[in-house]
């Protein structure tokens, strides 16, 4: 049982390049949400997935895209990397929808640097 | 906007010795969890209290929450050096919307 997976671990991207995060759970979970994580400011939430084919903003979407064509899968793109979104992005998956009622499964995370 | 906030910003004790942190928050909430963060590692769930308990316990670990208050403690007793790690509290954002807010965590550090 892999639990999140989460890949890359390490990107430098340049200012303008696109990318995509994966995320991936083998627990059948249906909720799932991106997090990114800044020196002292503690993770905010990006963007969320109640279930397949369902994905709502959380409270720093601009700048990210997410679909969520599968159960397992939950990928977060950076249209067109600026520095400020130089940060460490995790993802986190629950059993059932309403994810703040829940304890969150974490990935190990994805630190990206855009130059 | 930020709901939890950790106090102190960081604690270095003796291995052994207890160790506490607090969590403020600013609107009533349904619950709030506890996660331990080791470093570059993602976050590992602790406890999760809901607002109509007031202590929990799991283990080494004990949670308070005083919703009057609006505030939690988790108490670490009998401190070991794998417990070094930093320690986010977690609420939910309120006003229907999904997801958590964090805060900005506390830095525990045990000395051997």
């Known amino acids: 049982n892999a639990g999140v997976t989460q890949t890359p671990k390490f990107q430098v991207l340049k200012t303008g390049q696109s990318m995509t995060l994966q995320c991936a759970q083998d627990m059948n979970h249906e909720y799932m949400s991106w997090y990114r994580q800044d020196p002292g400011m503690g993770l905010r939430l990006i963007h969320y997935s109640v279930g397949a084919g369902i994905t709502d903003q959380g409270e720093v979407p601009n700048g990210y895209n997410v679909s969520r064509s599968t159960t397992e899968d939950f990928p977060l793109r950076l249209l067109s990397a600026a520095p400020s979104q130089t940060s460490v992005y995790f993802c986190a998956s629950s059993l059932f929808p309403q994810g703040y009622n829940q304890p969150q499964h974490f990935g190990d995370g994805t630190r990206l640097s855009i130059l | 906007s930020q709901q939890g906030e950790e106090d102190p910003q960081a604690l270095s004790i003796q291995e052994g010795e207890n160790a506490t942190m607090n969590c403020s928050y600013k609107?009533?909430?349904?619950?709030l969890q506890w996660y331990r963060q080791n470093s570059g590692r993602g976050l590992v769930h602790l406890i999760l209290?809901?607002?109509?308990?007031r202590e929990k316990h799991s283990g080494r670990l004990r949670v308070t929450l005083d919703t009057s208050k609006k505030s939690s403690s988790l108490l670490i007793t009998a401190s070991r050096a794998a417990d070094t790690a930093s320690y986010f509290c977690?609420?939910?954002?309120?006003?229907?919307?999904?997801?958590?807010?964090f805060g900005k965590g506390t830095h525990l550090i045990i000395q051997p």
């Open positions: 977690a609420t939910d954002r309120g006003g229907g919307a999904d997801g958590l807010t």
């Open positions: 609107t009533s909430i349904n619950n």
């Open positions: 209290i809901r607002s109509n308990e």
